[in-house]
């Protein structure tokens, strides 16, 4: 295990987390050993000043050999741990929180022998302002294969949407809540999670892999009537989600 951060009482600076519309703010390729700096505030709707941490979705994906891909703040040295790890051929995301410099930028490393393709997009910010973070007692609010939540398994290209405030502790004017995706399906595929009533992003919550099950934390705003919704590219999908906590 190891520690990223940490959260406390509400009004300290950098505790607060405002969830912003994902956007694409990287889309390049990475040769071995390749470091990038990457500008995040001032964009996508993350302000240029005032922000301590930017949460961003990181995928990689398209590589002949399996790797790692270091993130961290501008302006101090690269940490031992990576904030995600792929295999050759796969599609990998993860959800990674980083502080920022003074000037809204973070690096990114490639620490693999192949090149690989890296997506970035956004997700939200953490300062003084904005929703603090409830952790809650794990309790599932999705099971397709129970029909708890949605009905069924979703299909090809298939979206469905579901209530998530008022259930499982979550109050009705939560922004948004922290949830564990796990997903079966038949084939490799995209699944996408965002709130409600907004436009679908681009940016895949987690990559399954065909006839295997795989699990990842994804953080989803609120939209529409306390509404998160949820897309599958490919194949019959089944999917199951555990809240873990929620901010308000």
């Known amino acids: 295990?190891?520690?990223l951060g940490y959260y406390r009482s509400p009004g300290v600076a950098g505790t607060r987390f405002t969830a912003s519309k994902q956007r694409r703010i990287m889309?390049?390729?990475?040769?071995?050993g390749e470091t990038r700096r990457l500008r995040v505030g001032g964009r996508a709707g993350i302000p240029g000043r005032g922000v301590r941490a930017a949460m961003l979705s990181v995928t990689a994906g398209g590589s002949e050999r399996s790797g790692k891909v270091a993130v961290w703040r501008a302006g101090t040295d690269a940490p031992n741990l990576p904030q995600l790890r792929y295999g050759a051929g796969e599609i990998r995301t993860n959800r990674v929180v980083v502080a920022t410099s003074d000037r809204g930028r973070i690096k990114l490393k490639n620490r693999s022998r192949g090149s690989v393709r890296l997506r970035v997009d956004t997700v939200g910010f953490h300062s003084a302002s904005g929703a603090g973070y409830v952790p809650l007692r794990n309790a599932r609010v999705l099971d397709t294969r129970s029909g708890l939540g949605v009905s069924r398994a979703f299909g090809p290209r298939e979206m469905a949407s579901m209530p998530m405030a008022g259930r499982a502790g979550i109050p009705a004017d939560a922004a948004g809540v922290v949830m564990q995706l796990t997903a079966?399906?038949?084939a490799h595929t995209?699944?996408?999670?965002?709130a409600a009533g907004n436009r679908r992003p681009w940016a895949g919550a987690m990559f399954p892999r065909?006839?295997?099950?795989?699990?990842?934390?994804?953080?989803?705003?609120?939209?529409q009537d306390g509404r998160v919704?949820?897309?599958n590219k490919r194949g019959s999908t089944?999917?199951?989600?555990?809240?873990?906590?929620?901010y308000r």
């Not at 089944?238 to 929620?246: A, E, I, K, P, R």
């Open 1 to 3: 295990m190891d520690i």
């Open 27 to 32: 889309a390049t390729r990475l040769d071995p």
């Open 184 to 186: 079966a399906s038949t």
């Open 190 to 194: 995209k699944i996408t999670t965002w």
């Open 210 to 223: 065909a006839e295997a099950s795989e699990s990842n934390v994804v953080v989803v705003a609120l939209g």
């Open 229 to 231: 919704s949820l897309f």
């Open 238 to 246: 089944h999917l199951v989600g555990d809240v873990l906590g929620y």
